[in-house]
């Protein structure tokens, strides 16, 4: 069973994602770490950040999986790596380069295919499993959104900045050529602007706990 989130930075996504899984005995897949992989693989390699086929060469290069929940590139252990300002500043453009998303979906698509999973990211709902079972959409102000990233983050920019930094990644995420941040017709939409995680939690398990039953129910 595939239990498929989207939505912007700084939404939840991730903790939510989490906790659920925990709850419900799923596998937890962060798809955007995969993209920061890669960043941070290229920053290792002292490659030019800018430079587009190189990105594709590092992208095409790698091994990205998932051992013991735990996200490795190659065989480096990864998962406490990723969230840099760095990373941060690049990550939305590298993501959307077409052959790089090609290579992490297949990876994504690779971790699916042996497990329950819930995985939440950008294009998850629309482009790497369309045909999930269960999809959700998170969003919230992006004033909550910089307020969350700053009071979880270790980084050296402002409230304001990260704002900034935010709708500079939005603008990306939603208009990029293949994978665009976008609401699929058949996700359940959630503002998680002032609800607690908890509250946002209960929402979508008693989805799953539903679409079990009426599953068992059929068979």
Do not use: W
Request: glycine share 4%.
């Amino acid at each position: 069973m595939i239990v498929a989130i989207d939505g912007p930075a700084g939404v939840g996504k991730s903790t939510i994602a989490q906790k659920i899984a925990q709850e419900c005995g799923f596998f937890y897949v962060n798809s955007g770490n995969f993209y920061r992989a890669i960043t941070y693989k290229h920053i290792q390699n002292d490659r030019d950040l800018f430079d587009e086929q190189a990105l594709i060469e590092t992208a095409q290069a790698s091994v990205l999986s998932i051992r013991d929940s735990k996200l490795y590139i190659d065989d480096e252990l990864v998962e406490d790596k990723l969230h840099t300002d760095l990373i941060d500043s690049h990550v939305a453009r590298i993501s959307a380069i077409i052959p790089v998303r090609v290579c992490v979906n297949k990876a994504l698509q690779e971790v699916a295919s042996y497990t329950d999973i819930i995985i939440e990211g950008r294009d998850i709902t629309t482009v790497v499993f369309p045909h999930a079972e269960l999809k959700f959409y998170f969003d919230a102000s992006i004033e909550i959104r910089a307020q969350r990233r700053y009071k979880q983050q270790d980084t050296s920019l402002s409230v304001t900045e990260i704002e900034q930094e935010i709708e500079k990644r939005d603008r990306i995420d939603t208009g990029k050529e293949f994978g665009a941040l976008r609401v699929s017709d058949d996700a359940d939409y959630i503002d998680t602007s002032y609800l607690t995680i908890d509250a946002v939690c209960e929402k979508v398990v008693k989805k799953i706990i539903n679409f079990r039953k009426k599953t068992d129910q059929e068979s």
